[in-house]
């Protein structure tokens, strides 16, 4: 794929700023503050957003890598088409 279709990157400022961002954020507060006033349920709330933020990571740069790779896949396919396999019926003359 060249360059000029490609998704730019985004700013760390945006990055901070998005809803992954924040949620990751929400994720070590409560961690942090869990593990420092000693409350277990903070701290397996933190453990569960910081977990679930990974998993949302992942999954989204595998998926995004797939669909990449089939739309080169139907670009290539458009520019070097296969030439059909079977000659066409409407020229045939079995009856």
């Known amino acids: 794929m ?3 279709a490609e ?3 985004k700013s760390l400022l945006a990055r901070i700023l ?8 929400f994720g070590v507060y409560s961690l ?6 000693g ?5 397996f709330w933190g453990i569960m957003i910081l977990g679930g933020i990974c998993l949302l ?3 989204r740069r ?12 139907e670009a290539a396919a458009r520019r070097h088409p296969a030439s059909p396999a ?10």
Not at 32 to 37: K, L
């Open 2 to 4: 060249n360059d000029s």
């Open 86 to 95: 079977t000659p066409d019926d409407t020229n045939s003359t079995e009856k």
């Open 39 to 43: 409350e277990e349920l903070q701290i």
């Open 62 to 73: 595998h998926d995004w890598k797939k669909h990449w790779a089939e739309v080169e896949a």
């Open 7 to 9: 998704k730019p990157k």
């Open 57 to 59: 990571i992942a999954v």
């Open 18 to 25: 998005s809803l992954e961002g924040a949620m990751a954020a």
């Open 32 to 37: 942090y503050s869990g593990v420092r006033h």
